[in-house]
């Protein structure tokens, strides 16, 4: 608990600068070249997420993350500071890694909502095939598991393909993961 308040005096103690009106002046905390480049890295990934993804809920998640990870590397370096780990300098690749895996749990859980909140909306028949479905299983499976349920291939197809990134998740060609 005492360290706890110590580090949170550190930072309600950090020094600030004012304008001649009594404004707080933003101060600049530039990437290290390492973090930048990891940053970057990351962004490109998540474009491409963001691009494949066919849930436009979830894209547009996604797509906002962009944004909260260049706070939360920010966030990062300084409560690292405030914990005497690092300088506040620069922003430094470790804060980046740091932010990196807070958004990949962001995405996890938003992933999740999105699929309570599509499982709510499945039909009897899809929620007699989820259940029904083993953990990891082809195309060619599912087809049959469907016709056992009394569900058409093309409605099984469409439907894996609707809720791919909700539901389930594509491992590679032809094979599929419940999430």
């Not at 101060?27 to 390492?34: A, K, Q, R, Y």
């Not at 993804?53 to 894209?59: G, H, N, Q, S, T």
Request: proline share 2%; glycine share 6%; aromatic share 10%.
């Amino acid at each position: 608990e005492a360290a706890w308040a110590d580090i949170i005096g550190r930072l309600v103690a950090m020094p600030y600068e004012t304008d001649d009106d009594g404004n707080i002046v933003a101060g600049i905390l530039s990437f290290s070249p390492e973090a930048k480049s990891r940053l970057y890295e990351w962004q490109r990934q998540n474009t491409e997420e963001c691009n494949r993804e066919e849930c436009d809920a979830l894209k547009g998640v996604y797509n906002k993350f962009d944004f909260h990870a260049i706070r939360f590397c920010l966030i990062m370096q300084i409560a690292r500071w405030a914990c005497g780990e690092a300088d506040k300098s620069e922003i430094e690749l470790v804060s980046v890694e740091n932010a990196i895996s807070l958004v990949d749990y962001f995405k996890t859980t938003a992933t999740r909502v999105q699929g309570i909140i599509r499982e709510l909306s499945l039909s009897e028949l899809q929620r007699a095939v989820m259940s029904a479905l083993p953990d990891e299983f082809t195309t060619e499976q599912g087809v049959e598991i469907a016709a056992d349920n009394s569900m058409p291939e093309r409605t099984f197809k469409d439907f894996i393909r609707r809720f791919t990134g909700i539901h389930f998740q594509k491992i590679r060609h032809g094979v599929y993961g419940k999430i």
